[in-house]
T-cell receptor, first 112, second 110 residues
Framework: EAQVTQNPRYLITVTGKKLTVTCSQNMNHEYMSWYRQDPGLGLRQIYYSMNVEVTDKGDVPEGYKVSRKEKRNFPLILESPSPNQTSLYFC???????????FGSGTQLSVL | GQSLEQPSEVTAVEGAIVQINCTYQTSGFYGLSWYQQHDGGAPTFLSYNALDGLEETGRFSSFLSRSDSYGYLLLQELQMKDSASYFCAVRDNYGQNFVFGPGTRLSVLP
């Protein structure tokens, strides 16, 4: 089954404790991206990647890191999480020339 | 910069037709997409317009006018299960970036 898999689904952590949210897709998509969703603000792009070893900042990259060492994986790293990073996070992927984004099921992150 | 505008809320009754508008300002433009998101769920793709005109997919249709930087999603024969948030999104910067609107909350009443 074609899918984007995100883990974990829920995560509660404390300020400053490094964490990684994993994202993997099995559709051989070139394009992958991370979004955060906050009430009233829609989906805001954090980082995106056009292919292996090619990443770029989205609209809200501060406090986040990403890497794309393999085509299928695109982890999101919070080196020192802060409470303002409490949010619902989505990973998504598509073909580079495609118009359709496939989303993971989301990660609800709470930073205390 | 880039920005998209949508109404924040729309309410309609079962069986009715509703139109959700989206206006955009972007640097470069590849196409306009629409996504549906139910509470607690992930966004799912509904439709895409790269060229002017109407695209129809079952009860849903989407329209684009590139000259007006405007599009809309038309939902016909509304059902209770259509209650959800709907997001328009543009792909710009030569196809490198998807940018989403703030979303429209659709409530379908019996």
């Amino acid at each position: 089954e074609a899918q984007v898999t995100q883990n974990p689904r829920y995560l509660i952590t404390v300020t400053g404790k490094k964490l990684t949210v994993t994202c993997s897709q099995n559709m051989n998509h070139e394009y992958m991206s991370w979004y955060r969703q906050d009430p009233g603000l829609g989906l805001r792009q954090i980082y995106y990647s056009m292919n292996v070893e090619v990443t770029d900042k989205g609209d809200v990259p501060e406090g986040y890191k990403v890497s794309r060492k393999e085509k299928r994986n695109f982890p999101l790293i919070l080196e020192s999480p802060s409470p303002n990073q409490t949010s619902l996070y989505f990973c998504a992927s598509s073909f580079s020339s495609g118009e359709k984004l496939f989303f993971g099921s989301g990660t609800q992150l709470s930073v205390l | 910069g880039q920005s998209l505008e949508q109404p924040s809320e729309v309410t309609a009754v079962e069986g009715a037709i509703v139109q959700i508008n989206c206006t955009y300002q972007t640097s470069g433009f590849y196409g306009l997409s629409w996504y549906q998101q139910h509470d607690g769920g992930a966004p799912t793709f509904l439709s895409y317009n790269a060229l002017d005109g109407l695209e129809e997919t079952g009860r849903f249709s989407s329209f684009l006018s590139r000259s007006d930087s405007y599009g809309y999603l038309l939902l016909q024969e509304l059902q209770m299960k259509d209650s959800a948030s709907y997001f328009c999104a543009v792909r710009d910067n030569y196809g490198q970036n998807f940018v989403f609107g703030p979303g429209t909350r659709l409530s379908v009443l019996p």
